[in-house]
């Protein structure tokens, strides 16, 4: 059974980089053919898929935040990371880091983290 668990700060000030670990056990993060996403759903809204990086390690990113946005792993941990960076309030939701066949998610069709809140405030 594959786990998902997100970690980090529940509360980052403006202008800083949010950093987000996800842990997963139960499998590999390099096995063939799944990607590992970073997904977030701001208060009221939608979810809105961030990036991801595949089972052999390259990246992907939503057009609207690559600017942003940087998905890394370490492989000995299982583990991969979030970094976005120059946050605003309107960085603030639910992050939630998944496991899908497809590399943009939006559905809950796999397996997923619980979800972390993260706030951006002063």
């Known amino acids: 059974q594959v786990q998902l668990q997100e970690s980090g700060p529940g509360l980052v000030k403006p202008s800083q980089t949010l950093s987000l670990t996800c842990t997963v056990s139960?499998?590999?993060?390099?096995?063939?053919?799944?990607?590992w996403s970073w997904i977030r759903q701001p208060p009221g809204k939608g979810l809105e898929w961030m990036g991801a990086i595949a089972y052999s390690g390259s990246t992907y990113y939503s057009p609207s935040l690559k600017s942003r946005t940087s998905i890394s792993r370490d492989t000995s941990k299982n583990q991969f990371t979030l970094q976005l960076s120059s946050v605003t309030p309107e960085d603030t939701a639910v992050y939630y880091c998944?496991?899908?066949?497809?590399?943009?998610?939006?559905?809950?069709?796999?397996?997923w983290g619980q979800g972390t809140q993260v706030t951006v405030s002063s």
């Open positions: 998944a496991r899908d066949l497809k590399v943009v998610v939006t559905t809950k069709d796999d397996y």
């Open positions: 139960g499998g590999s993060i390099t096995t063939n053919y799944y990607y």
